[in-house]
Each structure stands twice: as structure tokens, then as C-alpha cells.
């Protein structure tokens, strides 16, 4: 047994071979990553679901099944689809949130837009009432 | 074998006793259902998940890992935990739409409020120039 087996061959006390399926993934140095996936999967599953991928995707599929195994054992009812329902729930509050800030913002748009418009009115009979002075101090006697 | 069988006990050709763990989660009439679970995490490992539960809370569990299995088949690199990163991006990109959506409304708010000091400051100076009108318009030679 060399001593630069990774962390799957120490658990399963084999020989772990240059070529190892799980050496680059799971490193002697963090017992628990490869512990938590094969709780959960079992060994032989997490090697063919590393298999099935090609090199450069491994790494990925590595960390998403410890993610998934640590939250399924932190979690034991839900797993991960508990964190996707509050995330669910997240994107649904904000979207209600969005809906309601953006009629305010209509609702202000219209109010400033009949201020506007009132305040153009008022200027008309601000006009109006010039003109009107204007004839009134003209005086009646020129 | 009981022609009542569940669709692990099916799928594993034993017979399937009335205790049976998997026989309320996964019905003979759903074979996809198991046959998901048995690939990702084998059957033995499914038994265990669900056995460490309560029984009222197994349906759940049993739901959550067929979630999870179907997920890592349709996409083996990422499984659900693609799912929750596209959910954490929408929540980053409705956050960015909400905080755009209230710098707007503090900008329009803050404007109509300088309107209506402006709409104020008309009004004043409406009332001096009726003021100044009734000064001008009392006629000089009363």
C-alpha cells in the first residue's frame, strides 16, 4: 500500500493504484469528502457516475455529490431539495416584492404625470390671469 | 412472489414482504421511479436512507431522492445542485432588478418632492401677483 493513497483506497484499505478513479477528487487530506459521498451513494456508484463523464468534468461531478451527500446528511428528509423549495421560496417573495415596488413606481409615474398636467393648467390660468391684469392695469383712462 | 409486489422487489426479483420498506414509496405501477433511485444510490443505500427516518416522514424522503436521482440522469456533471446555482443567479438578477427598481422610485419620489416645493414657491408667487394685482388694480386716483 503506498503511502499517497487518496482518501476512497484509505477508507476501503486498498491499494490505490496511479490510475484511481477517485485520487484526484477525493485527497487523503479530507477524509470527511469522501466519507460523506460514500454514506450516501456508496462507493462503486460514486466511481461509475465519475466514469460516465469525461476527464475535464470529473472535478464537477465530484463536488456536486459531496455537496448533495452533505446535504442529505445534514438534512435526512430533504436533502438538497430542501435548499431548492427555500430557494423556490426566495425567488417568489422577490418577484412579489418586484410586482409591488413596480406598481408604486406606475402609481407615482401617474401621479407626477396629473401633477404635470395641473400644474400646466395652472400656469394657463397663471397666463390668463396676466393677460387679464395686463388689460386691468392698462388704465381705463389712456 | 406476490403478484402485489413493489417495484424495488420487481426490479430485484425477491419476494416482497407486507413490511417491506420500499413497497409505500415505490408502487409496481411507477418502475422509473425506483429504477432512478437504484442507479444513483443503489437499493440497499435507498432502504437505509429511509429506514432512519420516521415513517410519516419517508414519503418525503423517498420524494427527495427521486428528485435528486432524476436530476443526476438527466444531467450527470451537475445533477440538482445545476438547478440551485440557475435559482441563486435568478435571485442575484431579481435582487439587482429590485434594487434598480427602488433607486428609481427614490429618484422619482425625490423629484416630485422638489416639484412640489417648486408648485409651492409658484403658489407663493401667485399670491403676491394677486396681491400686487389688487394693489395695482385699486385704482391710483382713489
Known amino acids: 500500500m503506498s503511502s499517497k493513497r487518496c482518501a476512497a483506497c484509505k477508507q476501503l484499505r486498498r491499494r490505490c493504484p496511479s490510475d484511481c478513479i477517485f485520487l484526484p477528487y477525493f485527497p487523503p487530506n479530507n477524509p470527511q469528502r469522501f466519507s460523506f459521498v460514500h454514506r450516501i451513494y456508496g462507493a462503486s456508484n460514486v466511481g461509475k457516475l465519475l466514469q460516465q463523464v469525461q476527464e475535464h468534468q470529473r472535478a464537477d461531478v465530484a463536488d456536486s455529490l459531496y455537496y448533495e451527500a452533505y446535504c442529505r446528511i445534514k438534512s435526512p428528509i430533504y436533502g438538497c431539495v430542501g435548499i431548492i423549495s427555500i430557494l423556490h421560496q426566495e425567488i417568489d417573495r422577490l418577484e412579489r416584492e418586484l410586482a409591488k415596488v413596480q406598481a408604486e413606481i406606475s402609481l407615482v409615474k401617474g401621479q407626477t404625470q396629473i401633477e404635470g ?26
Open 117 to 142: 398636467h395641473l400644474a400646466q393648467g395652472q400656469q394657463v390660468e397663471l397666463s390668463s390671469s396676466s393677460f387679464d391684469l395686463s388689460i386691468i392695469t392698462t388704465p381705463w383712462f389712456y
